[in-house]
């Protein structure tokens, strides 16, 4: 069965730094790409970033575009996001997901989410 286990959530001050991961399994992980997406309370989920399958290229939403990196490692069946200059509007509760920016909600597989909260 097809599981994603979000972790690494926190307090983030402006300008500071967390790294999430994403645990997976019930699936050939290294065959997939993975996306990172977000919630606000409410707003809707927004994609955040993107990993193909093998690594070989990322994608990032314009909004944390320069900021946030995204990697991964197959043999850990695990994806990071690596978030810096964090800005409040990061706020948010993270999810990972099973495909690409589209294929994710055709798949419809993600996790609980981690949740990442804002200090003023």
């Known amino acids: 069965q097809v599981q994603l286990e979000e972790s690494g959530g926190g307090l983030a001050q402006p300008g500071g730094s967390l790294r999430l991961s994403c645990a997976a399994s019930?699936?050939?992980?290294?065959?997939?790409?993975i996306s990172w997406a977000r919630q606000a309370p409410g707003k809707g989920l927004e994609w955040v970033s993107g990993?193909?399958?093998?690594?070989?290229?990322?994608y990032y939403a314009e909004s944390v575009k320069g900021r946030f990196t995204i990697s991964r490692d197959n043999a850990k069946n695990t994806v990071y996001l690596q978030m810096n200059s964090l800005k409040p509007e990061d706020a948010a509760l993270y999810y990972c997901?099973?495909?690409?920016?589209?294929?994710?909600?055709?798949?419809?597989?993600w996790g609980e989410g981690t949740q990442v909260t804002g200090s003023s």
């Open positions: 997901a099973k495909g690409g920016q589209v294929t994710m909600r055709e798949y419809g597989y």
């Open positions: 019930g699936f050939t992980f290294s065959n997939y790409a």
């Open positions: 990993i193909w399958s093998d690594g070989s290229d990322t």
